[in-house]
């Protein structure tokens, strides 16, 4: 299996529900995942996504604008907290259970679907016209203040560049280039 459809983590079990803890990059998530106000209820015969006729909790726009704010504004910004997510069995080729040689420690291998990775990039071309399978359950306002934040670093990287460009001497320029360019890749990694 492709080693961009899977997810490698730790297997937790919480009053009777099974959990994966693993740790992802926002690039990594933004192929497997994104927000969306559709929420899948079941599946028909044929495995198609039926939804439910309410949306998903809205993700307030305010709080989303102040995560992006404090991730470009504060150079020392982190978001080291939980996203949780919910990866229906439809989905999952396969899962093995990996046992480290030297550690015993156990580690569960799942194997994603391809369909999971092409509905996402039909859906970030057209909304609605993807079937987003992996449902963020939180963490929906840091995963879109993070995109923001990455959105706005990368215009300000490019709009930097073209002036530097013009001005190639101007150390401060250059220091600010630098200082917003490891913001973005701070984000991004």
């Known amino acids: 299996m492709d ?3 899977r ?14 803890l693993s740790r992802f990059t926002i690039s990594q998530i933004t192929k497997f995942t994104k927000y969306t106000q559709r929420l899948i209820v079941g599946y028909n015969d044929e495995n198609i996504p039926i939804y439910n006729d ?7 726009a305010n709080r989303v604008e102040k995560i992006a704010d404090f991730l470009t504004k504060d150079p020392e910004a982190t978001f080291p907290t939980n996203i949780v997510l919910h990866i229906p069995i439809q989905v999952i080729n396969y ?27 039909k859906e970030k071309k057209r909304s ?17 203040g993070v995109e923001i934040a990455i959105d706005r670093l990368t215009i300000e990287v490019e709009n930097l560049t073209k002036v530097l460009d013009k001005n190639p001497k101007n150390k401060q320029l ?7 360019e490891k913001r973005l890749n701070d984000l991004l990694n």
């Open 3 to 5: 080693n961009q459809f």
């Open 7 to 20: 997810i490698i983590g730790i297997p937790v079990v919480q009053n009777q529900q099974e959990f994966v």
């Open 128 to 144: 609605n016209s993807g079937n987003i399978f992996i449902n963020v359950i939180d963490g929906q306002h840091r995963i879109r």
């Open 95 to 121: 899962q093995k259970e990996i046992i480290d040689e030297e550690t015993q420690f156990k580690f569960l291998e799942i194997g994603l679907n391809e369909v999971v990775f092409e509905e996402v990039k």
């Open 174 to 180: 250059k220091g600010e280039l630098d200082r917003v």
């Open 54 to 60: 309410q949306i998903q909790r809205e993700v307030e």
